[in-house]
Each structure stands twice: as structure tokens, then as C-alpha cells.
């Protein structure tokens, strides 16, 4: 319906589409990318009371005889680490129908998280050459993000090394310390490349699988280090995303 003759019924199912898939991948699991971790602060700004590190403080002020001030105490608060995710989309063959439908949920659902963890997001579809749909240094929000994959048309042969050195190209300039690249594809490759050295060469791998055609990617995932999961059901994606990311 998205590609329908008539101009207002068109226009009424891609302005939908997109905000119903970012609000299912709003519903799933917290999404926070990666592990928080407690940093002192001054307890004024929040947190919860460190007592031991404020004990000193507390002395001062009682041999002053006075009250602690919050500014003189230290608190601790959670930060969360600072993340970039290239999301790599693989568009050979047919990108109608159940693939084009994951696609988007894995774009949606990668945006709302690095937001929620304030860190970067690439998206890239690939056939036999890799375009940067969403570039690092250009962010979009998450529903603009979504309307750009599902307007993805697939075609062409597959290059999983041109898809994985784009991965690291636009991974370079993050500002983030974990830098991870999603790669969504079946992983069948049908040029006469082979990808291996150009997944060994990113920090961390993460492939997504249909469940009903991944002995190939599970392969590669081995031969290249990477974690791997199959996805049974677009119900499961935001598990899915959860589960690898961390």
C-alpha cells in the first residue's frame, strides 16, 4: 500500500507505518546498550549518599560545628557508557514482505536505544555495494530513521566485505568507546570476495539471522568471532537486540 497509485492513500501509509513501528519498538525491553556504571559526584547534583566517601566531610563540618553542606558531600549516580552502533542492512534479493517489516523494527528499535543511551547510530543497506542510509555524523530521529528503510528496495548480487568495511568506515570518527556493528542478513554471499578479514577488523560483531535460513550466517559468524542470534518471530527482535547488546 506504501507504493499504491492512488496519492492519498499512499501518503496516509508512509506517514503510519513508521510511527507504529517505532511505537512497537518503544514497547519492547528497557534498551539500554551496555552496562552502566557508578561515578562520584557532588550531592548536590543527586544520587544516592556515599557515605564513606562523605565521612570526612561530615567530620569537618561537626568539628566546625555546623551542618554538612550537600556540596561538601559525594553521592554516586549511574552513568551509562557511551555507544555507537552501525546497523547493516542487507537488501539483495527481495525486500518486500517480513524482511523490509524486520529491517525496520531493527532500525527503529537501534535508534530509540542509542538515543536512550546518548550515543551514535550509521545505518547502511548493502547488495553488491553499501549505501549509507543514515550517516554517524548525520543523525535523524528514530522515525525518520524507520521511513528511510522501508523505502529500501532489494536487488542485486550480496558483498558482506563491502557492507563490513563501510561498517568501519563509519565507525571510525565515533566519539563512543564500544563501537558495535549489527549486521541483519542471512549472510549468504554471492560475489567472490570473502568477508572474514573485514569482520575480524571491527571492535564487535553482531549478526541477526533468520531462524529459517541460518546455518550460513552462524558459519561466518564462527569464522569471523561474532555473536550470533536467529529471530524466529518480529515479535522477538527487540529480545533479540537486547539479548546481543547487552
Not at 132 to 161: F, I, N, W, Y
Amino acid at each position: 500500500m506504501s507504493r499504491a497509485t492512488d496519492p492519498v492513500l499512499r501518503a496516509k501509509v508512509q506517514a503510519l507505518v513508521p510511527r507504529l513501528v517505532v511505537e512497537r519498538a518503544r514497547s519492547g525491553p528497557s534498551g539500554r546498550i551496555g552496562a552502566g556504571r557508578l561515578r562520584p559526584t557532588r550531592a548536590d547534583r543527586g544520587g544516592d549518599l556515599d557515605l564513606d566517601a562523605s565521612l570526612e566531610a561530615v567530620a569537618v563540618a561537626r568539628a566546625e560545628g555546623r551542618p554538612a553542606a550537600l556540596d561538601e558531600l559525594t553521592s554516586l549516580v549511574w552513568q551509562r557508557p557511551s555507544t555507537a552502533v552501525c546497523l547493516l542492512v542487507d537488501r539483495s534479493g527481495s525486500m518486500d514482505g517480513e524482511r523490509l517489516a524486520t529491517a525496520g523494527m531493527a532500525a527503529a528499535a537501534c535508534a530509540l536505544r542509542v538515543a536512550e543511551s546518548g550515543g551514535e547510530l550509521s545505518v547502511i543497506a548493502f547488495d553488491r555495494r553499501a549505501e549509507v542510509v543514515v550517516g554517524l555524523a548525520s543523525p535523524a530521529e528514530p522515525r525518520r530513521t524507520v521511513e528511510r528503510v522501508l523505502g529500501l528496495r532489494g536487488h542485486g548480487m550480496t558483498s558482506l566485505d563491502a557492507a563490513l568495511r563501510a561498517a568501519r568506515e563509519q565507525l571510525a570518527p565515533a566519539r563512543a568507546r564500544r563501537r558495535i556493528t549489527v549486521l541483519l542478513s542471512d549472510c549468504r554471499v554471492t560475489d567472490d570476495v570473502d568477508p572474514t578479514a573485514a569482520a575480524r577488523a571491527l571492535d564487535e560483531l553482531l549478526v541477526i539471522a533468520p531462524a529459517s535460513d541460518d546455518d550460513e550466517a552462524r558459519g561466518f559468524a564462527r569464522r569471523a568471532g561474532a555473536r550470533v542470534e536467529s529471530l524466529a518471530a518480529l515479535a522477538d527482535l527487540p529480545v533479540v537486540l537486547d539479548r546481543l547488546l547487552g
